[in-house]
């Protein structure tokens, strides 16, 4: 008898960004001395900021001292750091979430991954495509049906709510990993009410919310009437503050937000997520939150303001000119990502090894978001600048060539 969760092998042999980095790996290998610019995975280049540093400082001071010192934490987060995320996050914006509904994490793609653990086998899931393939992979695992939902130009890389069908859940992601798209309060709100009228529960990664620039544009979901009742919300401080080896993020789900089980009582989502938390996890470092915390600091939020807005600024650079170099970018405006065509509708893998091989630019490729990703690659942003610069002449030459 088989006791291997078959439904691992549903999934495509190749992890994205495994598979970029045993190329990368092999060119490498192959020639040692050539010049490699990453513009592909999404890390951040730019260091802490000072404010950051000092409150680890200071929390690692905490550990050496037999009265300040932290061992496990709350499950889910200190309350001082929920206080000042609430107060911060969203308060701020005319917001109400309570530090009761904030739950803090170690990433926004743990947490992605790990609340498919509330929901059934059976629930049928809608995801856009293109998209971050933790949402799709960890639903196979489950043995999910996953439906995808096109986005490109035509609609703005924003899909609409189906007409003739009803999802369990969808995923949605704005600013958009890897499109760069964003959704304005009218396209979310059409899938607020659909939720509403459908029971479908919507998970809302606003990872990239700080990117943001345009005041007309929702940072949360909770901004739209009726979301308590149907929407989790997921953030992450790895690309807002740069804490992608520092790991935290947080996610809210408001008290309202029930469920139906199958025999007809109605269960609290947040009770479900706090009993697997303490189940499974032991909470985020008392250091990453001491950080975390710093960050909503008004020195905090100003000083990570100019990292995101250098990330920006080299953005718009790329989009410039990928628009120059005729490949029809799209992103880059509030978020870090650029999402173009490929030269002449070449294969997304083909491009790939192309600029490695020949620019010694990593890109991602597009079909490893999905089936719309074909013909397509993304550009990260965080990149150095000066590098960004670089590997956009590379390009532009074996391009032109």
């Not at 009265?67 to 000042?84: C, K, M, S």
Request: with cysteine; hydrophobic share 40%.
């Amino acid at each position: 008898m088989s006791i291997v969760n078959e439904n691992f092998l549903r999934l495509d042999g190749r992890y994205l960004f495994q598979e970029i980095e045993k190329r990368v790996r092999a060119h490498t290998q192959s020639s040692p001395q050539a010049r490699i610019i990453r513009m592909g995975i999404g890390d951040v280049t730019c260091p802490l900021v000072p404010c950051v540093i000092s409150a680890m400082h200071r929390a690692v001071d905490d550990l050496s001292h037999a009265d300040t010192f932290r061992g496990y934490g709350p499950e889910r987060g200190y309350l001082w750091l929920r206080e000042a995320i609430a107060q911060q996050d969203y308060a701020s914006r005319g917001v109400v979430v309570s530090p009761n509904e904030i739950y803090v994490s170690d990433g926004a793609k743990s947490d992605t991954g790990n609340i498919t653990d509330l929901f059934s086998p059976t629930a049928v899931v809608g995801i856009p495509d293109p998209v971050y393939p933790v949402y799709v992979d960890t639903n196979v695992m489950s043995g999910r049906t996953v439906i995808g939902l096109p986005s490109d130009e035509a609609n703005d890389f924003v899909p609409l709510p189906p007409d003739d069908r009803r999802l369990d859940i969808v995923y949605l992601c704005y600013p958009n990993n890897p499109t760069g798209a964003v959704i304005t309060r009218e396209a979310l709100t059409r899938w607020v009410d659909y939720a509403l009228r459908t029971g479908t529960i919507i998970l809302y990664d606003s990872a990239y919310e700080a990117f943001i620039r345009d005041a007309a544009l929702p940072h949360s979901i909770f901004e739209i009437e009726g979301a308590r009742h149907c929407a989790i919300e997921f953030r992450s401080f790895s690309k807002t503050a740069g804490f992608t080896g520092v790991r935290c993020a947080y996610t809210v789900i408001p008290h309202e937000l029930h469920v139906t089980a199958s025999n007809g009582a109605s269960v609290r989502l947040s009770s479900l997520w706090e009993r697997r938390q303490g189940c499974k996890f032991n909470g985020a470092s008392y250091v990453s939150q001491r950080a975390a915390e710093a960050v909503c600091s008004p020195e905090g939020r100003a000083a990570v303001q100019a990292q995101t807005d250098h990330y920006l600024s080299t953005a718009r650079m790329i989009r410039e000119r990928l628009q120059q170099m005729g490949l029809r970018p799209c992103g880059g405006l509030h978020s870090p990502y650029v999402w173009a065509h490929t030269p002449e509708g070449m294969d997304s893998w083909t491009f790939f090894d192309l600029m490695l091989r020949e620019a010694g630019v990593v890109v991602t490729p597009g079909e490893g978001f999905g089936a719309c990703g074909r013909g397509r690659f993304r550009l990260s942003a965080f990149a150095d600048a000066d590098d960004a610069r670089e590997a956009m002449d590379c390009m532009e030459r074996v391009i032109k060539n």
